[in-house]
Nanobody, 130 residues
Framework: QVQLVESGGGMVQAGGSLRLSCAAS????????MGWFRQAPGKEREFVAA???????????YYADSVKGQFTISRDNAKNTVYLQMNSLKPEDTAVYYC????????????????????WGQGTQVTVSS
């Protein structure tokens, strides 16, 4: 059973930056996709970004259109951790951010769907004030 622990959330003014971390409880060689989703009050959980890789270490990175150029996802296999660097934050980025992981290498067509991920963190709150 994979456990995911997010950290790095908090409150920031518009235009500021935050870096979220997601640490997995087991070696990431058994996990082939890790991603970030967010859920604002009264809204459905939405895809933010993901990184997937395969046994040949080919890495694919995906972003929601709404965060392209603003957020950057990266991974550190040695630390079993995935990061989400969030810059130029806006009030509409306010949400609970969830880390997700799956043992399959998800593709562009499947990486954005919550049901394709088997493991979820508990979420970390990000609040952006205007």
């Amino acid at each position: 059973q994979v456990q995911l622990v997010e950290s790095g959330g908090g409150m920031v003014q518009a235009g500021g930056s935050l870096r979220l971390s997601c640490a997995a409880s087991e070696r990431t060689f058994s996990i082939y996709t890790m991603g970030w989703f967010r859920q604002a009050p009264g809204k459905e959980r939405e895809f933010v970004a993901a990184v997937s890789w395969n046994t040949w270490s080919i890495v694919n990175i995906y972003y929601a259109d709404s965060v392209k150029g603003q957020f950057t996802i990266s991974r550190d296999n040695a630390k079993n951790t995935v990061y989400l660097q969030m810059n130029s934050l806006k009030p509409e980025d306010t949400a609970v951010y969830y880390c997700a992981a799956d043992r399959s290498s998800l593709s562009r067509n499947t990486v954005t769907t919550t049901r394709n991920y088997d493991y979820w963190g508990q979420g970390t709150q990000v609040t952006v004030s205007s």
